[in-house]
């Protein structure tokens, strides 16, 4: 069974630092990943992937500050989040499994995990 597991999430001031982790499992081969996220009356938005060769691509309202990464022996990927801005505050998601198409529209992505909080004060 295919299962994405997100953490890490919490809150932080702005200019402060959060690393989020996503946990695959049943997945049979390495896997390129991407992080999204959704703020509350917002769509769902792709803000970061990484190839298993560690190609990745970033959203230019992150970019400089956020940094994604994979462990493919942990069958991990994570982001790392600095310089945090309140318009970071988000539900942030990961997905697996890139199926074609923009990579930064959510219907690019097979799998999903639940979810993990952030939220950034001023």
């Known amino acids: 069974q295919v299962q994405l597991v997100e953490s890490g999430g919490g809150s932080a001031q702005a200019g402060g630092s959060l690393r989020l982790s996503c946990v695959r499992s049943?997945?049979?081969?390495?896997?390129?990943m991407a992080w999204f996220r959704q703020a509350p009356t917002k769509g769902r938005e792709g803000v970061a992937r990484i190839s298993p060769a560690g190609v990745a691509y970033y959203d230019d309202s992150v970019k400089g500050r956020f940094t994604i990464s994979q462990d493919n022996a942990q069958n991990t990927a994570y982001l790392r989040m600095n310089s945090l801005k309140p318009e970071d505050t988000a539900m942030y998601y990961c997905?697996?499994?890139?199926?074609?198409?923009?990579?930064?529209?959510?219907?690019?992505?097979?799998?999903w995990g639940q979810g993990t909080q952030v939220t950034v004060s001023s």
């Open positions: 049943g997945f049979n081969t390495e896997n390129t």
């Open positions: 997905a697996a499994n890139y199926i074609g198409g923009s990579w930064y529209e959510p219907l690019s992505w097979k799998y």
